[in-house]
């Protein structure tokens, strides 16, 4: 029984011995094998290795992949007119070396990018301080991205290489700092209010061109309308009189006649007239009493 318990702790202990030698690296990564703290040796292809177990050999995992590091600081910069802007950049980079990178830079990604972050951030700096706005927005910002682009490549392989490669530097925004930027929207603002204004009050003006002409041309149309009513009722009038003088030439005492039946006519108009005269002694009633008209002058 004792020996078949011994035999069973040994192949335990002989199995975790085993596994403890053996490791995979992933085609994503490298595998840095260290013995005694140093490295032994860097695998950079993917597959089943071997190592001596622990303490005397250890094995630590980097990535190989193309890696992407986001500016972090919102701090302003100045250009070349003195003006304080932000930008936002991003730098895509990897490690390319494991041994370099790993002695004089860090044992892990985030150690690269905290320095390659300051690096950056630097040489943007000294590119924005030779560039005016304009430069920076539209007429060189690709030769800002390059330049900055050789000088973090230069530090990093200059002197102690950092074992790394800097693919691209890229420009995500450029933007005057929060201050400026309120002060132009306020002035942007003041700006369309002027113009907004001014819109208004020119087409105040042209409503009030456009309506007196309206009147004025009314005005005219109804002096014009008028006076040509007045002319064709003179003309009206001046045939009817015509036409009554010729009538009543024909014969006189009938014209008399008429003439005093239309003043019967406009002076009772109306039921409640009342006109207190002597029939006797009115020339008014004379035609009624006699029936014939009465001549003129008495």
Do not use: H
């Not at 014209?255 to 006519?265: D, G, M, N, T, V």
Request: positive net charge; aromatic residues 8%.
């Amino acid at each position: 029984m004792n020996r078949i318990g011994f035999f069973l702790s040994t192949l335990v202990l002989l199995l975790v011995v085993a596994s403890s030698m053996v490791f995979v690296v992933d085609q994503r990564q490298y595998g840095v094998v260290y013995a005694l703290g140093q490295i032994k040796e860097v695998i950079t292809e993917p597959g089943l290795n071997f190592k001596l177990p622990p303490p005397f050999q250890n094995v630590r995992y980097i990535d190989k992949r193309l890696l992407t590091l986001d500016s972090s600081d919102t701090e302003s910069m100045l250009t070349a007119e003195k003006q304080r802007v932000v930008i936002d950049w991003y730098v895509r980079w990897r490690i390319s070396d494991p041994s370099q990178y790993i002695r004089n830079v860090g044992l892990d990604e985030n150690a690269g990018a905290l320095q390659l972050n300051r690096v950056v951030r630097n040489a943007f700096q000294e590119e924005v301080n030779r560039r005016t706005v304009k430069e920076l927005i539209a007429t060189k910002r690709d030769a800002l991205m390059a330049d900055v682009k050789k000088e973090v490549l230069a530090a990093v392989k200059s002197g102690k290489p950092w074992g790394m490669d800097v693919v691209d530097v890229r420009i995500t925004r450029v933007d005057y700092v929060e201050a400026i930027t309120e002060s132009v929207y306020r002035r942007m603002e003041a700006e369309r209010k002027r113009v907004a204004n001014e819109l208004r009050s020119t087409g105040a003006a042209e409503g009030e061109k456009i309506r007196a002409d309206a009147d004025r041309q009314r005005e005219v149309t109804i002096a014009n309308a008028y006076s040509q009513a007045q002319k064709v009722k003179g003309e009206g009038d001046g045939e009817a009189a015509r036409l009554y003088a010729q009538a009543f030439g024909r014969d006189p005492q009938f014209a008399q006649f008429y003439r005093s039946l239309e003043a019967y006519k406009a002076s009772f108009n109306k039921k409640s007239d009342v006109v207190v005269l002597d029939p006797a002694s009115t020339e008014f009633f004379k035609a009624l009493r006699s029936g014939v008209p009465a001549a003129p002058g008495k």
